[in-house]
């Protein structure tokens, strides 16, 4: 019987047959559809998605007609001071590389330490790069960093750490932390969005939001809020850390909405009412299952997002995350797999 | 978003599912949704109609260079004579009939 060359979720390359990989695809979508109860994909869904999957092809593409735009996190191309491409250029020239060479539709400056606490101090100098980037390109272009509410706690920041104070049973006092941590990370997230929206940025991106948890995501929620009060024009992308929402706290609400748990699509709908532009939801690779269970069970748990709003969706499909194999290079014949499936079947505004 | 973990898969969704960047008419797409919270396929029309051309021709290099020269909406190549930078893009904001913020901030004599 006929196999077909597959990735699985750690980039490590398989075959199955055609009966196989369908199987693995409704395997995905159930456990997807199951757990977040949204609606599975249609037969001619996945019957799309399977034929996705058997393509000859290493490399593949979306039909005429159905490209969408591509957003991005930090400067991808290059910059001496990161940990990225490694070509000795600094950040202004890898955004014009990213421009010309790449020909992507959006860029993005970010600061090497990707967090809005961390840029503060070295916000200036944000600014002036930021400025430089404008006079020479085209392009729209977002500045972005992750609200990051871990960098608040000890020994990095000034509060208790709320991880060390839980196993102790200091419930009360661990949630009293992060609420207080939340105080300091939307000042922070407001100071710097700020600054760098009136040097001319294009648009602002809260990259990875809710890493550290509800306290994080309703940080950035009200960070959201206080932006879109003061500057109404401005176009804020958020961007998740992952698919359920970690209960670090529990008991916190936005607007009635308990965050704890949150499945992507109620997080969309959060976002969608806290005033941002574009969102962008996270579900996670589990390497040890196959590309087809990844992308399916990606592709359902983002068409539920799309149907959930009406502001653009962008997701996430970097490494480990929208069905991408966790690998350090991942394969263009992954990477492209999920670039159509997204924009075809996932119907998505952009990745 | 989250194309910019890993080493050269940004380009590989650039070209398979991207818009084209400047080579077409992605970043002018990109500023639609933007600037006014449409959908891709809401922005793509809007786009379109402001052109003068069909959707089809957005992603279309032959054409989309031809309305970028006319128009002076600023090109890959930096061909003598024509828009760059925060010129291209005060075009733009009048093509488009948008808001580009770096206009405001940085260019106000433009």
Known sequence: ?351 | MGVGDPFGMAITHALASGMGGIRTAGDLVARVQMSRGLKTEAAKEYVAGKLGIGVLDLANEEVMTEVRRELDLGLVYSLPGYARGLEAKRNIAGVLEIPVNCLRRLGKGT
């Not at chain 1, 007609?65 to 890898?94: N, Y």
């Not at chain 1, 990259?207 to 960070?223: I, M, S």
């Not at chain 1, 574009?278 to 990606?298: H, Q, V, Y």
Request: with cysteine; proline share 6%.
């Open chain 1, 1 to 351: 019987m006929k196999k077909y060359y597959v990735r699985m979720g750690d980039g490590y390359l398989e075959q199955m047959t055609r009966e196989e990989i369908k199987a693995e695809l409704e395997a995905g979508m159930a456990d997807a559809s199951e757990k977040a109860k949204i609606a599975p994909l249609s037969e001619s869904e996945i019957l799309h998605l399977l034929e996705i999957m058997t393509t000859e092809a290493r490399f593949v593409s979306v039909e005429r007609g159905r490209e969408i735009v591509l957003t991005t996190d930090g400067v991808v191309v290059t910059g001496d001071d990161e940990p990225s491409a490694g070509i000795p250029v600094c950040r202004s020239t890898g955004v014009e590389i990213w421009e010309r060479i790449v020909c992507a539709d959006t860029a993005e400056l970010g600061n090497w330490d990707y967090s809005y606490k961390a840029v503060k101090s070295v916000v200036v100098s944000e600014q002036q790069i930021m400025q430089r980037i404008l006079i020479n390109t085209v392009l729209p272009v977002f500045y972005g960093a992750m609200p990051n509410l871990g960098l608040y706690t000890q020994p990095d920041g000034p509060v208790p750490n709320p991880a060390e104070l839980l196993p102790q049973g200091k419930i009360s006092e661990a949630r009293a932390c992060q609420e207080e941590a939340m105080e300091y990370a939307t000042k922070d997230m407001v100071y710097v969005a700020g600054l760098l929206y009136e040097a001319g940025a294009d648009g602002l991106n809260f990259d990875t939001t809710g890493a550290a948890g509800d306290a994080d995501f309703l940080a950035t929620l009200r960070a959201v809020e206080i932006l879109k009060d003061k500057y109404p024009e401005m176009p804020i992308m958020v961007g998740m850390a992952g698919e359920i929402l970690l209960g670090m706290h529990g008991e916190l609400y936005y607007k009635g909405v308990r965050l704890a748990g949150l499945p992507p699509h109620e997080q969309a709908a959060v976002v969608q009412s806290a005033g941002a532009t574009i969102f962008g939801p996270a579900i996670n690779t589990r390497t040890n299952r196959s590309f087809p269970w990844n992308l399916a069970r990606a592709l359902t748990y983002v068409k539920a997002c799309v149907d959930a709003v009406d502001i653009p969706v962008h997701a996430n499909v970097g490494m480990g995350v929208g069905g991408v194999p966790m690998s350090e290079i991942p394969s263009p014949d992954a990477v492209s797999r999920v670039s159509k499936a997204m924009a075809e079947i996932g119907r998505l505004d952009g990745l």
